[in-house]
């Protein structure tokens, strides 16, 4: 897959298939609609292009507002796409002046000029230009000035994908990992650096793995316990283990960690790159009336994350 970041620099597609969105996730859903992309390519002799906008366009439009919490950092998203086996991914910058432009412009100067598309794949409510004034009816329209071809992606489908991201997000916001996973195709994954902590867990007899995120958007799940399987840089196999996702009560801390105990394992992981796939929630978090408690509850933790993992 080709990556392309520069507008200005974009090849000359063979008889471009295109299709328009933000992909966070790269869901099951997602998939369906990069499978029709494949598709209409092949009946043309003609290469995929997935445009894509960074940073999110709700980030420019609605500064202030939530927060955007990612299921896929901009890094993710590139090597999830790359395996679908896509010919280009072109990542536009998205700004206030490129929202700015008409519906027109973006039609002539954006989509025909850059992409000279042979065929464009959207959704039936895609709405593009100042003040969303463009959309399907527009696309229609001018198809045959243009000579393009139009694929709608149908109501249902797109109401589909929306629910799957929802659900996806509530879900992990809810701990419950095993409906996120089912509907992302994959164990969704939280990947950073290894940095130090202040060692509390080696004192408890749990070494841990304290990840740093590399975006503060990527949306953390519920806070709690869980079954983790754990790619390292040095191991070929994923490694199991637990994690706590959490404030650590007990010691009246304030900060979220993300604090990965991997089983049966001694090395230095610093400055390292790890990625923590979840695989089942465990339990909510709980302050201990002291250490014993807590070492005797890490112990049906391990056991627990142990035979979920077998």
């Known amino acids: 897959m080709l990556i392309h970041r520069d507008l200005t620099q974009l090849p000359a597609f063979k008889r471009a298939v295109i299709t328009i969105g933000t992909f966070d996730g790269v869901h099951t859903g997602h998939r369906h609609i990069i499978r029709q992309l494949q598709q209409a390519a092949e009946a043309c002799d003609g290469e995929t292009v997935i445009v894509t906008f960074d940073p999110h366009p709700r980030e420019v439009l609605q500064p202030g507002s939530n927060q955007v919490r990612l299921l896929t ?25 490129f929202s700015e432009r008409s519906a027109q ?53 797109v109401h589909d994908l929306t629910v799957s991201s929802t659900k996806i997000r509530k879900s992990l916001q809810e701990g419950n990992v095993h409906l996120a996973n089912e509907l992302l195709g994959y164990q969704y994954f939280l990947e950073g650096t290894v940095v130090h902590g202040d060692k509390m867990g080696r004192k408890l007899g749990y070494p841990t793995a304290n990840i740093q995120l590399p975006d503060p958007r990527k949306l953390i799940p519920a806070q709690g316990i869980y079954a983790i399987r754990v790619h390292t840089k040095g191991d070929v196999q994923p490694l199991n283990g637990v994690m706590s996702i959490g404030t650590r009560p007990t010691f009246n801390g304030n900060d979220l960690r993300l604090e990965a105990h991997i ?30 408690a807590l070492i005797a509850q890490m112990d049906k933790d391990s056991a627990q994350a142990r035979a979920l993992l077998a």
């Open 263 to 292: 089983f049966d394992w001694k090395g230095d992981l610093y400055d390292q790159v790890i990625k923590v796939e979840m695989i089942n929630y465990i339990r909510a978090n709980q302050k201990f009336d002291n250490v014993e």
């Open 105 to 157: 412009a973006y039609l002539e100067d954006f989509l025909i000029e850059r992409f000279n598309p042979h065929t464009i794949i959207i959704g039936y409510d895609h709405r593009f230009g100042h003040n969303r004034e463009g959309g399907l009816e527009l696309l229609e329209a001018e198809q045959t000035r243009y000579g393009f071809s139009l694929i709608e992606i149908p109501q249902q489908v």
């Open 73 to 97: 950092t901009l890094d993710e998203k590139i090597a999830l796409l790359a395996i679908q086996g896509i010919d280009h991914l072109v990542i536009v910058p998205f700004t206030r002046e």
